[in-house]
């Protein structure tokens, strides 16, 4: 298993819709357990593949770090469609891997019901809510280029370019490799 380099703003595959994926074969077997070694070395709780560089449509999610969510079990998750939403919206503060130290308030439905397969291409419908139900709609909007800042109003996203723009020069010093807009690596180093 190896870390892989996460893709920052503005790098063009952030913004592609996934691939769907029709089989499963051993190169993506390793690189699904390479997304979630290189998720929980971020310390992130979901990682999309276009995160990594990849067009598939998958993702990797794991809440069990966080309080209360402890006896989740992680998910990998191909070709998600979302099938329902709820009514009722809630709001809560996110992150994001691709947007280093970028942290905001976003309104989401409250709960989703999602079809999805998994690493044995084998079909799942899942009801979520609450934190699940949140890293579940963040990672799928990656899927189809969106994302969370997207979901901010006019003036949130306006008063954040320039530190969009910052993480899209490199200004940044995240605790892990990433690839810039412009395909540059920016590797991360330890201090000693």
């Known amino acids: 298993m190896s870390i892989l380099p996460i893709y920052v703003f503005d790098h063009p595959i952030l913004r592609k819709k996934a691939d769907i994926i029709n089989s499963i074969d051993d190169s993506l077997i390793s690189f699904i357990a390479d997304m979630k070694q290189t998720m929980h070395y971020a ?16 993702t990797v999610i794991d809440i069990s770090p966080m309080t209360g969510y402890e006896q989740t079990k992680p998910l990998t998750i191909i070709n998600p469609r979302i099938l329902y939403y709820s009514d009722e919206d809630t709001d809560y503060e996110e992150g994001c891997l691709s947007l280093p130290y ?18 044995n291409m084998k079909e799942h419908t899942i009801e979520a809510d609450g934190l699940l139900a949140r890293v579940l709609q ?55």
């Not at 994302?147 to 995240?174: A, E, V």
């Open 43 to 58: 310390d992130g709780i979901g990682l999309a593949a276009n995160q990594v560089g990849s067009p598939l449509s998958l």
């Open 102 to 119: 970028l942290r905001d308030t976003v309104i989401r439905p409250d709960a989703i019901q999602v079809r999805f397969m998994d690493e």
């Open 138 to 192: 963040h990672e799928i909007d990656h899927l189809h280029g969106i994302y969370f800042s997207d979901r901010l109003s006019s003036i949130r996203k306006t008063l954040m370019q320039n530190k969009l723009k910052k993480i899209s020069r490199g200004d940044i010093s995240p605790e892990y490799d990433i690839i810039l807009s412009n395909g540059e690596l920016i590797t991360f180093q330890e201090e000693d």
